[in-house]
């Protein structure tokens, strides 16, 4: 399936692949909610208010019966899928990415030129680290690895930024690097205090004693490129931004933040708040410019966390998580929570936390909830889960690679639990909104793929097929292979399909069908 051509300007429908949300506008002013304010409005606030919401409540025992209540994403074209746009651009699950480039992330293979100049001290977070102008003149955030654990945070977020952009999603340009203090000097105007910041000699040495060190001497971090255009702060998974014009859908509506949960599962992001978001405003030089929506410090993944080892309980509670104090308060503490069963020690610095036999995917938590995850229906949870079954078993290894683990046993205990992940995930979510996809037509049938055949989840199957035409024709079908026969279209001009797996309980998807000519072609895709 290759996205249609569209041209910008054109009026955007639900057949389109592009999402015109970049036309140039004026720039929107920056803010952002207070850090603590947005903490305790989602972390806090937010759960309450959902736990007492009686008719929230009512709706949700209404799903469980099988009825649907739940409002489906609102930015999701005809072909069941999400269109490029400033938050979002199809790459892997379209078009498989070639190993080689799906090392390279968001970019080339760039790394800060020695010998590096620290400008300014970094400010916010836990991590310790400066900014920088390499020697070609480039801006770049240094964050240290944690003292005793090398590799495991640099690793991390390099291992999660490659994944996500080959998934589509906008992330920084992040790399990990080794340097040493030779390496580093500091700006006259900083070393003076010229500004409102002073950093001397000492202050930086006694910074990077913070940090990881190798046997040699040389300190590991990861380097991240400043982004080109203008910050306006903090985005968020629950609010549009203040004057964006272009920002026209609720942001809890959108399948690219609901659908991210599946993602953020697989890696186990679970700092997934507001914060780590950003919203940057790129001026086209013309007459205004537009927002692109970044995802940032995606480094809390795997096993570690942005001051070291990731907590035990991190990716299965919340930091403040009112199911889990009901349990433990009402069985006086003996309730055994699943991080304490799971086994998440690797043994292994570089690599920390991580496991995959306890893994629920359809229970794993962020530190802090957000609305677009509560509102994630079977049918984003499905598109989530088939970009992550996307991922070949090569592709996954390319992507902890480029990583440059020092420690042998990180790349192949890392790939093996990733691969595990992704399996868990794919059953799960294809267990319940039936994987058949990728609907082409030919001149005698229409023809899908299975995911789960695809991914070698399970081997050849069965579908049941009812077609209801507009010329009054219905008929049922078990087809052994994974092609519709136009034969059973009859002399209708559209028809509409629905296909399941057969002696599954999965819902099926619905393909809607018009005669094209002489053949037939897809106009619409429904999952579920």
Known sequence: MTPAACVTGQPVTDSTWVDHDGQPVRRPPDGERSFYADLLHEGFCQPISHAFDVPDKLLGLANVLGARTRREAVN????????????????????AIPVGELMQGPDS???????????????????????????????????????????LSSGADVVARTLLHAAGYNVPHNEPVRFSRADVRISDDLARGSGKERLTASDLDTLLARGAVLPGGDHLATASLFLPGHPL???SMSRKRSHDENDWYAHPNRRELRGFYVLASWIGYWDTKNANLLDLFDSTGVEGGHVEHYLLDVGSSLGAD???????ESGYENAVDYGWMGRRLATLGFVVEPWR???????????????????D??????????????????RDAYWGAKIVASFSDAQIRAAVAAAHYDDPRTPELLTRLLIERRDKIARYWFGRVA??????????????????????????????????????????????????????????????????????????????????????????????
Do not use: C
């Open 435 to 528: 994987p058949l996809d990728f609907f082409t037509t030919d001149e005698g049938a229409l023809r899908f793929h299975d995911l789960a055949v695809d991914l070698g989840l399970t081997g050849r199957r069965a579908y049941d097929v009812v077609v209801r035409s507009d010329d009054g024709h219905r008929g049922r079908a078990r087809l052994e292979s994974p092609a519709v026969s136009f034969d059973r279209l009859g002399a209708a001009t559209k028809a509409r399909l629905e296909i399941s797996v057969h002696g599954s309980r999965a819902r099926p998807a619905e393909v809607v069908l018009t005669r094209s000519g002489s053949g037939w072609a897809v106009i619409r895709v429904r999952h579920g």
């Open 306 to 312: 942005a001051d070291g080892l990731k907590r035990p």
């Open 341 to 359: 069963r799971a086994r998440q020690d690797t043994g292994i610095p570089s690599l920390g936390r991580f496991e995959s036999t306890v893994f």
């Open 109 to 151: 293979a760039l790394l800060p030129e020695k010998p590096w100049t620290v400008t300014h001290p970094k400010h916010g977070g836990a991590s310790a680290g400066f900014q920088i102008r390499d020697a070609a003149g480039q801006k770049w955030l240094v964050k240290l690895d944690w003292k005793g654990l090398p590799g």
């Open 233 to 235: 702060g903090a985005g």
């Open 361 to 378: 995917p359809p229970r794993f938590k962020p530190e802090v909830p957000n609305p677009a995850f509560r509102a994630m229906t079977d």
């Open 76 to 95: 999701v074209n005809a072909f069941d899928e999400v269109p490029n746009s400033t938050w979002f651009t199809n790459r892997n699950h379209l078009r």
